[in-house]
């Protein structure tokens, strides 16, 4: 486990032979039915790659994971050294961390709010090839403590590169 003061635990990492199987047919993927967002999500990453390694961006569809769109997000690490695109943040991820403006890159996320936390170790994930957890507390732009939960997990469109990170995060103020 890495521990981070400032930005959370790295909790976990998921093993390439974590395979997701179809439920009886009442979901659309295996573990939708779960209440933990960051669950959720990986549980859809592992229906969508299948037996692959990876999943990929094309693959992603917001009609079937709409309980979870909000929150998501998806970084373009394809060329890291042009700076890390943000190619997608849900309504709610935007709502808690990027209010008025959409950031085009992750150095524009500041590092105090849900999306700064939850996108913090995406290197890791490109690094490792596999997906984290990581959850923690911070204090937020209006001085509160927030305790957050989120998942990062590799795509890759040629299943040799990844070339996207996509993301949930989760959080709520501390003793609320």
Known sequence: MLNDPGHGQLEHAVTSEDRCLAANGTEAYAGQ??????LRLLNYWRHLRGVREFATYREIDFGVIPEIAPHLFILDVS???AGVPVMYVGEE????????AQP?????VRPDTLLGRSSYYYEQVVRRRCPITIG???VNPDGAVSMFRSVMAPLSDDGLMIDAVLGVGSCKVKGQ
């Open 136 to 138: 923690g507390e911070f």
């Open 79 to 81: 060329n890291p050294r």
């Open 104 to 108: 085009s890159t992750i150095a524009d």
């Open 93 to 100: 991820m935007t709502r808690t961390s990027v209010p008025g």
């Open 33 to 38: 039915r779960e209440r933990r967002l960051s």
